[in-house]
């Protein structure tokens, strides 16, 4: 079956610690996204790549890098110098080739603090 | 900037009643409107969309219609179920050169819980 995969599905990290979320499509979408969800704010999109070897800062990516050496993956690290990293973390990808394209979400990453 | 605001929840509602979750927008020209429903422990999955004014995006007994001219996309259904029970988006997309697609605006979501 096609869809996104995250991984894992909950993850703890330590003061100073970088931590990596994996997320991986084989829908053959050229677009992926991270989204960050807290409660009672809705999704904020951090970064987002439209093609292999290219990607944009959204929102709030102060404090995240990506990478997306391949159309299928597109890991998300979260750095130490994200000060309050404790959210749920969502992957989405599209066709991403009009305005109204649908996003196909993965099952996301509770990420906590230790 | 482009922003989404829904109606505060949480919404708690009995079996087969009316649901409404009001959504207004901003936003300049012809933003696509979209709704997202999140299951627990879920990512979102896509309910509906509506890509211009006036137009009545529809799925599972869910409905919506973009009104232009109030900036809503309010979402209703006639007749709840215990299996509604979930959180609801509603989103926007505006493109911008074609390069805005997927780069969606998100309200804050309502927790809808429906009982028997």
């Known amino acids: 079956d096609g869809g996104i995969t995250q991984s894992p599905k909950y993850l703890f990290r330590k003061e100073g610690q970088n931590v990596t979320l994996s997320c991986e499509q084989n829908?053959?979408?050229?677009?992926m996204y991270w989204y960050r969800q807290d409660p009672g704010q809705g999704l904020r999109l951090i970064y987002y790549?439209?093609?292999?070897?290219?990607?944009q800062k959204g929102d709030i990516a102060e404090g995240y890098s990506v990478s997306r050496e391949k159309k299928e993956s597109f890991p998300l690290t979260v750095t130490s110098a994200q000060k309050n990293p404790t959210a749920f973390y969502l992957c989405?990808?599209?066709?991403?080739?009009?305005?109204?394209?649908?996003?196909?979400f993965g099952s996301g990453t509770q990420l906590s603090v230790l | 900037g482009n922003s989404v605001t829904q109606m505060e929840g949480p919404v708690t509602l009995s079996e087969e009643a009316f649901l409404t979750i009001n959504c207004t927008y901003t936003?300049?020209?012809?933003?696509?409107l979209f709704w997202y429903v999140q299951y627990p422990g879920e990512g979102l999955q896509l309910l509906l969309k509506?890509?211009?004014?006036?137009d009545k995006g529809s799925n599972k007994g869910f409905e919506a219609t973009y009104r232009k001219e109030t900036t809503s996309f309010h979402l209703e259904k006639g007749s709840v179920q215990v299996s509604d029970s979930a959180v609801y988006f509603c989103?926007?997309?505006?493109?911008?050169?074609?390069?805005?697609?997927?780069?969606?605006?998100f309200g804050q979501g309502t927790i809808l819980t429906v009982h028997p």
């Open positions: 829908l053959n979408h050229d677009a």
């Open positions: 989405a990808s599209s066709g991403g080739h009009t305005t109204n394209e649908k996003l196909f």
């Open positions: 790549s439209q093609i292999v070897n290219d990607f």
């Open positions: 509506a890509t211009k004014a006036d």
């Open positions: 989103a926007l997309s505006k493109g911008a050169g074609g390069t805005s697609y997927g780069k969606l605006t």
């Open positions: 936003a300049t020209g012809y933003p696509s």
